[in-house]
């Protein structure tokens, strides 16, 4: 009987504990692929011009991605940037982001993020296009190849490039990365708590009265 409380009180506790997982953050990573090389750019981004890169995912999921930008040397003052990320197979849009042009340093990666998302495994669109910018400040987009865009495409207003976009992906490295174990351990101690047999103490009264 004690065996049976003390796996239906560990049971109770790795429940709770289960749930209290769940809101364990998990971490961010801003991938910096220092193997990058860089091979030209897109030329000036004024408003009504779209840059796409088309990939295929794997599964990851994320929180947005990093471009390496050019201001040609100019302090941007006002402009924002906007990111679309489609479904490729259903031209479904499953995140948007944007910067503001002010906190773009010439050459600099800057991260564009969005709200977590996962991306299973979809063909990806990420579609970047600027609103309100200075005409006579603008920037582009570097152009290279990285480990990240080998198996991209890129297009500029539709039209295919030599080059693919050097992007980079905001990875979330693992989502409540207990919770399963915290899972396995509460369903374990349900079973041994469901298996262990109630032993129930019968009362025996003193003496047996016999009756004449």
Same mark, same amino acid.
């Given at each position: 009987?004690?065996?049976?409380?003390?796996? %239906? =009180?560990?049971? /109770?506790? @790795?429940? =709770?504990?289960? *749930?209290?997982?769940?809101?364990?953050?998990? #971490?961010?990573?801003?991938?910096?692929?220092?193997?990058?090389?860089?091979?030209? &750019?897109?030329?000036?981004?004024?408003?009504?011009?779209?840059?796409?890169?088309?990939?295929? !995912?794997?599964?990851?999921?994320?929180?947005?991605?990093? +471009?390496?930008? !050019? #201001?040609? %040397?100019?302090?941007?003052?006002?402009?924002?940037?906007?990111?679309?990320?489609?479904? %490729?197979?259903?031209?479904?849009?499953?995140?948007?982001?944007?910067?503001? !042009?002010?906190? =773009?340093?010439?050459? $600099?990666? !800057?991260?564009?993020?969005? $709200?977590?998302? &996962?991306?299973? &495994?979809?063909? *990806?669109?990420? /579609?970047?296009?600027?609103?309100?910018?200075?005409?006579?400040?603008?920037?582009?987009?570097?152009? %290279?190849?990285?480990?990240?865009?080998?198996?991209?495409?890129?297009? @500029?207003?539709?039209?295919?490039?030599?080059?693919?976009?050097?992007? +980079?992906?905001?990875?979330?490295?693992?989502?409540?990365?207990?919770?399963?174990?915290?899972?396995?351990? #509460?369903?374990?101690? +349900?079973? /041994?708590?469901?298996?262990?047999?109630?032993?129930?103490?019968?009362?025996?009264?003193?003496?047996? &009265?016999?009756?004449?």
């Amino acid at each position: 009987m004690k065996l049976k409380i003390t796996f %239906g =009180i560990l049971t /109770i506790i @790795l429940f =709770i504990m289960c *749930i209290m997982s769940t809101g364990i953050k998990n #971490t961010v990573i801003d991938v910096d692929d220092s193997d990058y090389t860089s091979s030209g &750019n897109v030329g000036q981004i004024a408003e009504g011009t779209a840059v796409e890169y088309s990939y295929k !995912a794997s599964g990851e999921t994320i929180e947005g991605y990093g +471009f390496l930008f !050019a #201001t040609y %040397g100019e302090e941007l003052t006002e402009g924002t940037i906007h990111m679309d990320v489609y479904d %490729g197979d259903t031209t479904e849009v499953i995140a948007s982001g944007q910067i503001q !042009a002010n906190t =773009i340093e010439d050459g $600099e990666l !800057a991260s564009i993020k969005t $709200e977590r998302i &996962n991306l299973d &495994n979809r063909n *990806i669109r990420v /579609i970047l296009y600027c609103e309100d910018f200075d005409p006579d400040k603008l920037v582009t987009l570097w152009l %290279g190849e990285s480990s990240e865009n080998e198996d991209g495409k890129t297009l @500029l207003n539709g039209i295919a490039l030599d080059n693919n976009l050097l992007i +980079f992906s905001r990875k979330v490295k693992k989502e409540a990365p207990y919770t399963w174990d915290m899972i396995l351990l #509460t369903s374990i101690c +349900f079973v /041994i708590f469901c298996s262990v047999p109630v032993v129930k103490k019968e009362k025996q009264l003193g003496g047996n &009265n016999e009756l004449d």
